[in-house]
């Protein structure tokens, strides 16, 4: 993805004529939904540009994290960035509804005794426990941010927590600039492997309803193909769908823009 500059990468026409357009999503506020087939390193890459440059303006970040393992969370975090904690908040989802088919809960899931309306949140959105993930093998991931935990079988706790933040961070920073709210939600997997894909879809639309509403710029991770049927379902709530792919050892990107019913051509990440 293009970085803060908003300048792709790429001399192509279709890449310039895409950076025009990011800068009027990044004024009026955009979601993003990431799909391809390519290394977490790629995925990294590019959720540490959506997150953005400080250097390019103020910037308040909030991480949503789906995974149950926490060395994947970790990692999340060594590969997007070094995140400022006082500007950064997480939230971390662990599920204890079953699949929709109907099969065991999803990897990582809290035991069967686990009410599925519990949710937890050990802190209020103005603080959180510090999670206990250890850095990464090369000890430069950190722990992740101050945040909360939510265990619940339903996705409206989810959407609850993820509002409660943001309104968090449009207090503290009493009016936010145009882009300086940046939202991650690090993978739809795990949600769609335990609730139905209705309750998904409507999960997405609140939340990105809600980032728009702050003016800011918001990415989901769905590491699929782009022609698995679920995107199609999901893809309606966001402004664009980024397509990643790895191409002769590089990550390249090519990007769907829904409004203007526009696709550009691929260009290097």
């Not at 970085?3 to 890449?15: I, K, T, Y």
């Not at 310039?16 to 004024?27: N, Q």
Request: charged fraction near 30%.
């Amino acid at each position: 993805m293009p970085d803060d500059g908003d300048e792709p990468g790429s001399n192509a026409p279709s890449a310039v004529s895409l950076a025009r357009t990011l800068r009027t999503l990044k004024r009026r506020g955009s979601n993003l939904l990431v799909v391809g087939l390519t290394s977490d390193e790629g995925y990294g890459r590019i959720c540490r540009r959506m997150l953005g440059d400080d250097t390019a303006g103020p910037r308040r970040r909030l991480l949503v994290v789906t995974g149950a393992d926490p060395e994947a969370v970790t990692d999340r975090a060594r590969r997007t960035q070094r995140l400022p904690p006082e500007t950064t908040r997480h939230v971390r989802y662990v599920t204890t509804a079953r699949s929709a088919s109907g099969g065991p809960p999803a990897e990582g899931s809290p035991d069967d005794d686990t009410p599925d309306d519990e949710v937890s949140t050990d802190e209020p959105a103005t603080g959180g426990t510090r999670n206990d993930e250890a850095a990464g093998a090369d000890g430069k991931a950190g722990r992740l941010p101050d945040g909360r935990r939510i265990e619940s079988g339903q996705l409206t706790d989810l959407g609850d927590a993820i509002e409660a933040e943001i309104g968090a961070i449009e207090a503290e920073a009493d009016e936010l600039a145009p882009a300086e709210l940046r939202v991650c939600l690090d993978s739809v997997t795990p949600l769609l492997d335990a609730h139905d894909r209705e309750a998904v879809l409507g999960f997405l639309d609140r939340v990105t309803t809600r980032v728009a509403d702050a003016r800011g710029m918001g990415h989901v991770h769905l590491p699929v193909a782009r022609d698995w049927e679920a995107v199609a379902d999901l893809e309606n709530p966001f402004d664009a769908v980024v397509e990643l792919r790895v191409e002769q050892g590089r990550t390249q990107q090519r990007w769907h823009l829904r409004d203007a019913d526009v696709t550009s051509d691929w260009f290097d990440l």
